[in-house]
């Protein structure tokens, strides 16, 4: 592991001959791929990779492609010169490939990506100059509950922004948190139906002290939405304790997490206890299933999920 400061790649080009000359060299490569504005949780993942291979990419790339029109696109935080310090003085990462716009193919490097949704069709277009990015992909049923309800656009945008980057990137191993379950699963299925040379590791949830999930979008609570945000991890524990007290029917377990979400001001967009694997909702508290939530505080929308495994 090199413990240099990181060089920045913007290019798609650089990148993948970075990556061939490494893998040329009989050496390993481990890929974090973030939207930036990294916290401890990125860390947790990047150490996590590092335990995997001998170099390390860290992408920043905060992607149009799986944001709806409606979505918070335009006030996603964002500060990559804090990143690069960060990563700087963690440690042991060797590339941050930092592209400025991976769906435009021409030399203008204007278009930007933007989706729409029409009569329950997604519709994508190219914004500004640039040749149209058409090829989409869809991991059919992990996609479509949970997180896919309410946003149609969202992973087959991560689906295909992750296939471009580990295209670009070709790592051995990838490193996804658990905290979005949905997404890991979703990439997970990707690697495994199209035969991605690369291993996908899901890294454990980090949590602030006081519980909540760790999240670039923590940043927009106020302090009064950030207190009663615990309610989410607080309800995800009592409900876990339950399961392993006996408390093994899925309904009253979900009811109880929505409650003290709602009682704390939360509004719930949804709760599901679903199998760890195929995402199926369970009816009975079995082992190998998640409690996952998403739930909005003001203007932010949390997710968190905890996972049980009773015998
Ligand atoms: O989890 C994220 O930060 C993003 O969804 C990812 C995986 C970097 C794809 O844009």
């Known amino acids: ?74 006030t996603y935080p964002s500060d990559i010169l804090g990143d690069i310090e960060k990563l700087k003085s963690f440690g042991g990462v060797d590339v941050v490939f930092s592209p400025r716009n991976l769906y435009d193919y021409g030399e203008s490097e204007k278009g930007v990506v933007k989706n729409s949704e029409k009569d329950g069709k ?56 658990k905290k979005d379950y949905q997404q890991w699963r979703v990439i997970q299925r990707m690697v495994r139906d199209l035969d991605f040379g690369v291993k996908v590791i899901g890294s454990e949830l980090m ?25 989410i991890s607080r309800s995800l524990f009592e409900a876990k304790l339950a399961a392993k007290n006996g408390k093994s029917i899925c309904s009253e377990l979900r009811r109880s997490v929505i409650e003290s979400i709602e009682a704390a001001g939360g509004k719930i967009d949804y709760v599901e206890i679903v199998d760890q694997e195929s995402l ?6 079995k082992s190998g299933v998640v409690i ?17 495994d009773v015998s």
């Open 292 to 308: 996952c939530v998403a739930a909005w505080f003001g203007k932010v929308r949390l997710i968190d999920n905890i996972e049980i």
């Open 280 to 285: 199926e909702s369970v009816e009975q508290i």
């Open 1 to 74: 592991m090199s413990n240099q400061e990181p060089q920045i790649i913007t290019n798609k080009q650089e990148m993948r001959n970075w990556s061939r000359n490494i893998r040329s060299q009989g050496k390993t490569i481990g890929f974090v791929p973030t939207m930036g504005y990294l916290h401890q949780g990125h860390l947790s993942l990047i150490k996590q990779a590092q335990k995997h291979t001998q170099h390390i990419v860290v992408s920043i790339y905060v992607n149009p492609g799986q944001f709806s029109q409606t979505e918070d696109l335009s």
């Open 122 to 177: 997604i519709v994508s277009f190219l914004e500004g100059e640039g040749v149209k990015h058409e090829t989409w992909i869809r991991v059919e049923t992990l996609e479509k509950g949970m997180c896919g309800m309410s946003r149609p656009v969202f992973f087959r945008g991560v689906a295909t922004i992750v296939a471009k980057l580990f295209n670009i990137v070709e790592p051995d191993v990838a490193i996804f948190g």
């Open 207 to 231: 949590r602030d002290e006081d519980g909540l999930a760790m999240s670039s979008r923590n940043v927009h609570l106020s302090p009064q939405e950030r207190e009663q945000a615990l309610s």
